[in-house]
């Protein structure tokens, strides 16, 4: 049975990041924006139904839920932690099979997205976010902040600064990192 562990906050005021007893997924992320992003995803669709909610992200064992800023967390966390008591997590749509690396992943792209793993990912699912790449064209790189992350003003400036100053020193001065 699924159970929330514990609570953390994240440095988004609007989000929190609610660790579970079991792994939902061992190498995805699944970030919805939306209720309709969410159709094909019974755990993310029920979360949905909550009132408030604005983004719902999980990976791992935790799961990170955005709210509108008008509505309490006392009106979500209790029917949380009640919705997941009673969710079968076999409901959770299977990871896609991994077949090696992409064709169309350039080493430059292999490379920066090994970076990403290693020193950038980690430190964002700590706060209930993630990162996924969404192109690599010349030398800018196009990220899309995910979970806790996605909304967050520290994600949208500082974090981003950072992951630039990384891959400048790690695989080009001129490489540029933007927000897509």
Known sequence: MLMV????????????K?????KLLN???????NKSEAENDP?????????GIVSVFYMDRFIT??????????????????????????????????????????????HINDLLDKRVRPALAGDGGG????DLHDKTLTIRYQGACGTCPSAIQGTLVAIENLLRREIDPAMEVISG
Do not use: C, H, Y
């Open 5 to 16: 562990k514990d609570v953390d906050l994240t440095p988004n005021p609007q989000a929190l």
């Open 18 to 22: 609610f660790i579970l007893n079991e």
């Open 27 to 33: 190498k995805e992320t699944r970030s919805f924006k």
């Open 43 to 51: 755990l993310a669709k029920a979360i949905f139904e909550l009132e």
């Open 65 to 110: 839920i955005e709210k509108e800023s008008n509505v309490s967390w006392g009106k979500i966390q209790m029917p949380f932690v009640n919705f997941i008591k009673n969710f079968d997590k076999n409901l959770i749509p299977a990871e896609t099979e991994q077949t090696g690396s992409n064709a169309n992943e350039t080493e430059t792209l292999k």
């Open 131 to 134: 990162l996924e790449v969404l």
